[in-house]
């Protein structure tokens, strides 16, 4: 506070956003020419298929163009009709593939602790049209699959999940891409597997993994199973070129991803106010996100103040996910007196924090040098904000 300049001259963005050596890129794409095969089905994208299966020590990897379309995709693998359950704590993708789909979400509230949804909040929603509970495994840490399994063995609802954060994550010793029915990933460029745009579906069902592989592709040709409705999800070879050094790279950027999470564990925990979302170190993670939550009582202003103080030191953190999915249209004006306590409470707390290819060890401690001044100073910015508001309402 009080400085002219801000913390950092450039915008410094949430996401993972590795990029790949410009050598790598070359020789990746170099090959892709001297072929001139650029999509259906070519050598790098059956390769990738194979090395992701290889690495989540998964039967079947089926990749395609994004994480929406493979979730529509397994919507309709799956056979799904009627309802989903599904939280609206995720980013909207996930319920906005479920209406493409056909089908009908029903907000479940989540857990405040794990931010996951659990058998509890689920249990009561289960309708008789319901076909199937949509499961997020939010920053990596994973839903309690145990309970759930449980739940579809007593009343054949079927689960499946979104994994979108949890790529290389292990859960009860075995990597997340081989729980429930499936599981899908996205390898958008602001997630640790890369591929620009892209992502995949896993299971261990061979009949499944069939219809997924037939459903990717509109063609007869690629016909392996009867399908109800197919779609062109045919991911490209330039983007299994990218996914593919992403893959080869990952390891180091899980190290890079760990030293900037404990750098910042280092800076801000114990900080009265600030709660750091935290990992099971018993098991594998990725370290994709930093994500805390800010209660406005203890830390002196809310969320949203705060990150109204990281903006103005160009600071891109964000307020993942705000809003909550059911107070968003097409969802907004037909579940208005829905109430998901928990959701809304953690939608006003949490805030994702850079970390990633475009971060660094110094750049950690000068977001977190800002988030420690702006606690120090809270009394005073909290002064300033209701002083800009009684402005604004002028
Ligand atoms: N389920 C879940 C739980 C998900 O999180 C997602 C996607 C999905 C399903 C659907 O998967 P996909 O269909 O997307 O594969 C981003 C991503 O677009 C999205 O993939 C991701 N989740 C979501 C959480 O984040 P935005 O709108 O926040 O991205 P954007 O453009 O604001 O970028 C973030 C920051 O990164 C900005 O500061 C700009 C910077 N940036 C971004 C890109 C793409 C760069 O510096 N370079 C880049 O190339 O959605």
């Given at each position: 506070m009080?400085?002219?300049?801000?913390a950092?001259?450039?915008p410094l963005?949430?996401?993972?956003?590795y990029?790949?050596?410009?050598?790598?890129?070359?020789q990746?794409?170099?090959g892709?020419?001297?072929?001139?095969?650029f999509t259906?089905h070519g050598?790098?994208?059956t390769k990738?298929?194979q090395e992701?299966?290889?690495?989540?020590?998964?039967?079947?990897a089926?990749?395609?163009?994004?994480?929406?379309v493979?979730?529509?995709?397994a919507?309709?693998?799956?056979?799904?009709?009627?309802?989903?359950?599904?939280?609206?704590f995720?980013?909207?993708?996930?319920?906005?593939?479920?209406v493409?789909?056909?089908?009908?979400?029903?907000f479940c509230d989540?857990d405040?602790n794990?931010?996951?949804?659990?058998y509890?909040q689920?249990?009561p929603?289960?309708r008789?049209?319901?076909s199937a509970i949509?499961?997020v495994?939010v920053?990596?840490?994973?839903c309690?699959t145990?309970?759930?399994?449980?739940l579809s063995?007593?009343?054949?609802?079927k689960i499946?999940?979104?994994a979108?954060?949890?790529?290389g994550?292990?859960?009860?010793?075995?990597k997340i891409g081989?729980?429930?029915?499936?599981?899908i990933?996205s390898?958008?460029?602001?997630?640790?597997?890369?591929?620009a745009e892209?992502?995949?579906i896993?299971?261990?069902?061979d009949?499944l993994?069939s219809?997924?592989?037939?459903?990717?592709?509109?063609h007869?040709?690629?016909?392996?199973a009867?399908?109800?409705?197919?779609?062109?999800?045919?991911m490209t070879?330039a983007?299994a070129a990218?996914?593919?050094?992403?893959l080869?790279q990952h390891q180091?950027?899980?190290v890079?991803?760990?030293?900037?999470w404990?750098?910042?564990?280092?800076?801000l925990?114990?900080l009265p106010g600030?709660?750091?979302?935290?990992f099971?170190?018993r098991e594998?993670?990725?370290?994709?996100y930093?994500?805390c939550?800010?209660n406005?009582?203890?830390?002196g202003?809310?969320?949203?103040?705060?990150?109204?103080?990281?903006q103005?030191?160009?600071?891109?953190?964000?307020?993942?996910f705000?809003?909550a999915v059911?107070r968003?249209?097409?969802?907004?004006?037909r579940?208005?007196?829905l109430?998901?306590?928990?959701?809304e409470?953690?939608c006003r707390e949490?805030?994702?924090?850079?970390l990633g290819?475009?971060?660094?060890?110094?750049a950690?401690d000068?977001?977190?040098?800002?988030?420690?001044?702006?606690?120090?100073?809270?009394?005073k910015?909290?002064?300033y904000f209701?002083h800009?508001?009684l402005?604004i309402?002028q």
């Open positions: 009080g400085e002219t300049s801000p950092f001259a450039e963005p949430v996401g993972q956003l990029f790949p050596s410009r050598k790598k890129f070359r990746a794409f170099e892709i020419f001297k072929r001139r095969f259906n050598p790098l994208v990738l298929d992701v299966a290889g690495y989540l020590g998964v039967r079947h089926v990749c395609v163009t994004n994480g929406t493979a979730l529509m995709a919507c309709k693998a799956l056979d799904l009709s009627g309802s989903v359950i599904v939280p609206s995720t980013f909207p993708a996930t319920v906005q593939a479920l493409w789909a056909g089908l009908e979400p029903i989540i405040y794990t931010h996951c949804i659990n509890k689920v249990l929603l289960i008789n049209d319901t949509l499961g495994h920053w990596g840490r994973p309690d145990d309970s759930l399994d449980r063995g007593k009343t054949g609802v499946f999940y979104d979108c954060h949890a790529f994550v292990s859960h009860k010793q075995k081989n729980f429930g029915e499936l599981e990933f390898f958008h460029a602001t997630k640790i597997l890369s591929s892209g992502g995949c896993t299971t261990n069902n009949e993994a219809r997924l592989r037939t459903i990717r592709n509109f007869s040709a690629y016909t392996e009867v399908s109800p409705l197919r779609i062109n999800g045919k070879e983007q990218l996914a593919l050094i992403s080869d180091a950027h899980v890079n991803n760990k030293k900037q404990l750098r910042y564990v280092q800076r925990d114990n600030l709660r750091i979302v935290k099971n170190d594998t993670q990725n370290y994709q930093f994500v939550q800010i406005e009582n203890e830390f202003i809310s969320r949203d103040q705060l990150l109204q103080v990281l103005a030191e160009n600071i891109q953190a964000r307020r993942y705000y809003p059911h968003l249209e097409p969802f907004a004006s579940f208005r007196d109430m998901l306590p928990e959701t409470k953690l949490v805030i994702q924090l850079p290819g475009r971060c660094s060890l110094s950690v000068k977001v977190s040098k800002t988030i420690c001044r702006a606690r120090y100073h809270s009394a910015l909290k002064k209701s800009k508001s402005l309402s």
